[in-house]
T-cell receptor
Framework: LAKTTQPISMDSYEGQEVNITCSHN???????ITWYQQFPSQGPRFIIQ???TKVTNEVASLFIPADRKSSTLSLPRVSLSDTAVYYC????????????FGTGTRLQVFP | GAVVSQHPSRVICKSGTSVKIECRSL??????MFWYRQFPKQSLMLMAT?????????EQGVEKDKFLINHASLTLSTLTVTSAHPEDSSFYIC????????????FGSGTRLTVV
C-alpha cells in the first residue's frame, strides 16, 4: 500500500484558495488518489478522486502530475466551514483493499 | 451516493460491560467492511477487516477476543467491545466500499464510546 505524506497543518483566511499537497512516491499503476474531509466527531467524507491530470467537481479540484508521485487538492475560496482535517489516500480502485490513513492535514480557516 | 449507517452515535457504558456497534450499508451490498478507531487529535487507525460469512482479519496489536466482529449479512457488520475498560474509550468508525458510486469508500458517522 502506498504511503502518503502531507503537511500536518495549514492556516488560511476566508475567501482564499487553499492547496494541500500530498506525496505518494510509491504509488502503483492501478492506484487511485482519493481525498477525504473529516470534521470533529464525524466519519470522513469523500471529496474527490482521480487517477491522473486534473479532476474538478463542485467543491474541489485535484491536480495530479504525470509521474503521479504527488497530488494537490485545491479548495477555492474557503470558508470557516472548511475548517477540518483532510486526508489523502491511495488505493486500487477495483479491489476492495483496506485504506490506511496517514496523518492528514488540519486546515484552520480564519475570518 | 452510497450511505453507511452506524449506530449508536454515542454510548456510555460501565467498565466491565460489553458494547455493540452496528454498521449498515443502506443502499448497496458490502462483502467487506472496515473498522477504525480514532483517538483525539489523531488519525484513523485500522482495527480489522470484516468479511461477510467468514472471520474478520485483525490488524497487528488488535485483540480479536476483545473486539468481536460479526459480518452476518451483506449489509450489516457489528463490532462488540467486550469487557470494556476506560482505555477503550475512543471514536469508532466503520467503512464500506461501493464500487458502483465511483466515490471509493463510504464511512459511517462514527460512535463515541465512553467507558466509565
Amino acid at each position: 500500500l502506498a504511503k502518503t505524506t502531507q503537511p500536518i497543518s495549514m492556516d488560511s483566511y476566508e475567501g482564499q484558495e487553499v492547496n494541500i499537497t500530498c506525496s505518494h512516491n510509491n504509488i502503483a499503476t492501478n492506484d487511485y488518489i482519493t481525498w477525504y474531509q473529516q470534521f470533529p466527531s464525524q466519519g470522513p467524507r469523500f471529496i474527490i478522486q482521480g487517477y491522473k491530470t486534473k479532476v474538478t467537481n463542485e467543491v474541489a479540484s485535484l491536480f495530479i502530475p504525470a509521474d503521479r508521485k504527488s497530488s494537490t487538492l485545491s479548495l477555492p475560496r474557503v470558508s470557516l466551514s472548511d475548517t477540518a482535517v483532510y486526508y489523502c489516500l491511495v488505493a486500487p480502485f477495483y479491489n476492495t483493499d483496506k485504506l490506511i490513513f496517514g496523518t492528514g492535514t488540519r486546515l484552520q480557516v480564519f475570518p | 451516493g452510497a450511505v453507511v449507517s452506524q449506530h449508536p452515535s454515542r454510548v456510555i457504558c460501565k467498565s466491565g460491560t460489553s458494547v455493540k456497534i452496528e454498521c449498515r450499508s443502506l443502499d448497496f451490498q458490502a462483502t467487506t467492511m472496515f473498522w477504525y478507531r480514532q483517538f483525539p487529535k489523531q488519525s484513523l487507525m485500522l482495527m480489522a477487516t470484516s468479511n461477510e460469512g467468514s472471520k474478520a482479519t485483525y490488524e497487528q496489536g488488535v485483540e480479536k477476543d476483545k473486539f468481536l466482529i460479526n459480518h452476518a449479512s451483506l449489509t450489516l457488520s457489528t463490532l462488540t467491545v467486550t469487557s470494556a475498560h476506560p482505555e477503550d474509550s475512543s471514536f469508532y468508525i466503520c467503512s464500506a466500499r461501493s464500487l458502483g458510486t465511483g466515490e471509493g469508500y463510504t464511512f459511517g458517522s462514527g460512535t463515541r464510546l465512553t467507558v466509565v
